[in-house]
């Protein structure tokens, strides 16, 4: 994976040829910066390490749906993975035609299968016999006959956060593996329901192939299974969940990761689907936030408290991840710890602990790496703190994909 998208340049950091400083300063602070061109490379690495067979990547909605990214993703060529009506709708703006889309998701709401159905997304990824159900009954009353996949939950750990968790057992996520043999044959058998495909997503920041390739073997023996008992579908989907290098390392290699699950769904000759988010989104972006004040303490790392927190970036937050940070303009002298804090009334508002940094005073902007996923998306306007605007860099300059919000804004639901 490139890692050359936000760079020093003598003391300035640069995201592509922009220098953040100009950013910041045009822009104010707390800013979303995305480089386009980061983007475009993750995407073709992704792409082209399943070069050798028929696949499709189904970017996952949910890592970042600012409509500027949507479309530029549906440009790479890809479909998508949407979660909810609401990131149905921002495909279908941002030109994703119907079977573009897949839609996953537990707790799937009627309105929202009557639009997926309706619309006829290329498969309703179903997560228990009741939401079959539920599609089966819509489905017929239109005379239609749904595209569904079953999501499998293939009871296998993938070793990251207990929050973003998803493939064991005891995880809500999709119907036992056990149960799921009988459950296609239904689905098989009912006129309102075509059964396309099988699905399994594990986990999330992912940073060993095993996991994947187990669910992805599953997925294949099963439908292997059903071929064999006359019932053939279309495709395995095995989510997304590729992890990310935080810390700046070697991470996952794609090349050893597409090697993995080819091995195990090669053999079958089915299409391949993909669902990945952060590892397209999240190196492509940085939140700048401004040093707003500077705490000294009589012992332990000075304060730095700047003026993002867990309501722009809530992952240090939830799951006590790290994110490098970086000053955008190095001051000369030595490194000094700091914890630097954000503006808001909780303790675990904190992005990092005991950071080494150049001096730092108040004024200076930092850039919170790896940003670009699971960042903006995740927001909240807690403490009546709008949202921060987001920033395309393209071809040497940038543009706004996203304006800051205002407090008018903010209060304009309210009677
Ligand atoms: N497909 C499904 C069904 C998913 O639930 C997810 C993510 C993805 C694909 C994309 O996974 P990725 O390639 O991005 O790992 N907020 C958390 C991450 C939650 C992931 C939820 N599902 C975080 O900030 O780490």
Redesign the pocket.
Known sequence: MPTTTFHPDGAALLCDAVPLSDIARAEGTPVYVYSAAAIDRAYAAVDAAFASYPHRLHY?L??NSTLAIACRLRRLGSGI?A?SVGEIEVALRAGFAPDDIVF?GVGKRDDELERAITLGVHAV?AESRGEIDRIAGMSHARGLRARVALRINPDVDAGS?PY?T?GVGSSKFGVPFAQAAALCHEIAANPALHLVGLHA?VG???LKVEPLQRAAGMLVRLACGLRDAGIVIEHVDV?????IPYDGGPGLSLDAYAAGILSVVRPSGLALLL?????IMAPAGVLLTRVVDIKSRASGADLAVVDAGMTELI?PAL?G?YHRIDPIVRRPGGDHLYEIVGPLCETSDTFGKARPMPPLEVGDVLAVRDAG??GSV?ASNYNRRPFAPEMLVEGGCWRTIRRRQTIDELMNLEQ
């Open positions: 996952a949910k890592a993975d979660n996953t990824n956060h973003i998803t997503h999330s920041q992912i989510g997304g969940g590729v992890g669902e990945p988010g952060r590892v992952r799951y991840a996923a699971y995740m």
